[in-house]
């Protein structure tokens, strides 16, 4: 990231404990608006603990998280509002069709109809769902339950969108919509801070990874960058993470 680059998320010495277990160790760390950033990372390294701080969901033992200018805890409803959020197992009201669930959404946020009924269409049609508008939720699979998240999650323009595990249960053309579609948010300035265990997606698409280990950020950069610090040159993401992953090497912070 430049230093002439706007940051958009600031994770300033974030420290979370449950009783005596440490999930996240004083992670500072910033992403750049219109940045399509990589949050990487085996189970049980810190991955959700720390999306659920970026989301508001729960606070960390200290350190300070900034969204857009607002401090996360001092102005929660401004720094959430710049957020549009997508768990990897999202909980939908099921007995709700989509175009019921977007005008539900859209009303938490104050969107007008005219916008949740613009966006929804578009998004339906996009993502294959266009048929499917009336139907209940509950009939969906995984994987349109995934999209049609995806699609509330916006309905607000959010400034950010936060992205766990996107491509969980997605035949391989909705992949490549959502990968596609990913792209031309970031083009538009949105950013995206995406974590997946499917590291195809995240070598295609982020253009800098952090790779968390243990509760510290193991390492940080492009592509290139990480495969410098694993000596990996010309390997792909999965060879360079499971490298950095399985060493015990100090953290090491590339800029």
């Known amino acids: 990231m430049n230093q ?17 277990f440490t999930a ?27 999306i659920r701080m970026l989301t508001g969901i729960i606070r960390p ?24 959020y997508v768990p990897d197992r999202p909980y939908l009201y099921e007995k709700l069709s989509p175009v019921e669930y977007f005008e539900f959404m859209g009303g938490l946020y104050n ?7 613009e966006i929804s269409e578009k998004m339906l049609k996009l993502f294959d769902l266009w048929e499917k508008k009336d139907e209940l939720i509950e009939s969906f699979s995984h994987g349109m339950k ?8 916006i309905l607000h323009d959010p400034e950010i969108l936060v992205v766990d ?16 579609y990913f792209k031309n948010l970031t083009n538009e ?3 995206l801070f995406l974590t997946t265990h499917t590291l195809s997606v995240a070598e295609d698409l982020c253009q800098r990874i952090a790779i968390i280990r243990h509760g510290e950020i193991a390492a940080l950069g492009t592509l290139t960058q990480l495969q ?28």
Not at 4 to 20: A, V, W
Not at 31 to 46: C, D, H, S, T
Not at 146 to 153: F, G, S, V
Not at 230 to 247: I, M, R
């Open 24 to 50: 996240v160790k004083e992670i500072t760390l910033e992403i750049a608006k219109g940045e399509l950033f990589g949050f990487l990372g085996p189970n049980g390294a810190g991955k959700t603990t720390m």
């Open 146 to 153: 995934q999209k049609t998240a995806m699609i509330a999650a």
């Open 4 to 20: 002439n680059d706007e940051s958009i998320i600031k994770f300033d010495s974030i420290h979370k404990e449950y009783g005596d």
């Open 189 to 191: 300035g949105k950013t």
């Open 61 to 84: 033992t200290s350190g300070r998280i900034n969204i857009g200018g607002y401090d996360l805890y001092k102005d929660p409803l401004k720094a959430k509002a710049m957020i549009g």
């Open 228 to 255: 410098e610090q694993a000596k990996l040159p010309g390997n792909d993401l999965e060879a360079v993470f499971l490298k950095l992953t399985e060493e015990e090497n100090e953290k090491v912070n590339i800029n």
């Open 165 to 180: 595990e996107p491509t969980v249960g997605l035949d391989p053309r909705s992949i490549k919509l959502v990968k596609e």
């Open 111 to 117: 969107v007008k109809k005219e916008r949740i009924k």
